[in-house]
């Protein structure tokens, strides 16, 4: 079955400290990722998507299907990208769309 | 005001009843779907529609129900037979072109007493 795995439920690091939060998926089919975020007191949205390959915020995602992985990283954390960040996986030409548990970065003064 | 509207935003039920969670978008979008939040499961997709008249189960439909007669609603009804109704439901939609770039309401938050 399809599925979306994110290890950490809770990422803390201290402020200009590289992150990483990770993102596995299992689907046999071409996959689409994303990452959405929910900041505190707003609506969830979408950060990114690995087709448009950009830089939101300073993060970053890079698909890797020989390690079914979609990690979102940013070289140095600041205090407001602490949030909640959901990876969410599309598969093929379907609409729908699964997500992962999320993980909550909380960076640190 | 463009968007997606969830009403209401917290509803308390007693147990055996059905209750009916409204999404309403403006943003002419096709696709729609009703995502439950639990703490620490992340979103579960319950129901989505792709097209009015037409909807499709998610992971976890069982005690669920929606409908889809016009583009703009989507409209959730939470059954007696769901056996922990007590979440989060949050509403989204997504346009053709761009399918998995969801757009959120705010939520409905559902208590059962």
């Known amino acids: 079955a399809q599925r979306v795995t994110q290890p950490e439920k809770l990422l803390s690091v201290f402020k200009g400290a590289p992150v990483e939060l990770k993102c596995n998926y299992s689907?046999?089919?071409?996959?689409?990722l994303f990452w959405y975020v929910q900041y505190s007191r707003q609506r969830l949205q979408l950060l990114l998507r690995h087709i448009s390959r950009e830089s939101i915020k300073g993060f970053t995602a890079d698909l890797n299907k020989g390690e079914t992985s979609f990690h979102l990283k940013k070289p140095f954390a600041q205090e407001e990208d602490s949030a909640m960040y959901y990876c969410a996986l599309r598969m093929d030409s379907s609409y729908k769309l699964i997500f992962g548990s999320g993980t909550r970065l909380l960076v640190r003064p | 005001d463009g968007g997606i509207t969830q009403s209401p935003k917290y509803l308390f039920r007693k147990e055996g009843q059905n209750v009916t969670l409204s999404c309403e978008q403006n943003?002419?979008?096709?696709?729609m779907y009703w995502y439950r939040q639990d703490p620490g499961q992340g979103l579960r997709l319950i129901y989505y529609s792709q097209i009015v008249n037409d909807f499709q189960k998610g992971d976890i439909a069982e005690g669920y129900s929606v409908s889809r007669e016009k583009k703009e609603s989507f409209p959730l009804t939470v059954t007696s037979a769901q056996k922990n109704p007590t979440a989060f439901y949050l509403c989204?939609?997504?346009?053709?072109?761009?399918?998995?770039?969801?757009?959120f309401g705010e939520g409905s938050r559902l208590t059962v007493l």
């Open positions: 989204a939609s997504s346009p053709v072109a761009a399918r998995g770039e969801l757009f």
């Open positions: 689907y046999s089919g071409s996959p689409e």
């Open positions: 943003l002419n979008h096709d696709a």
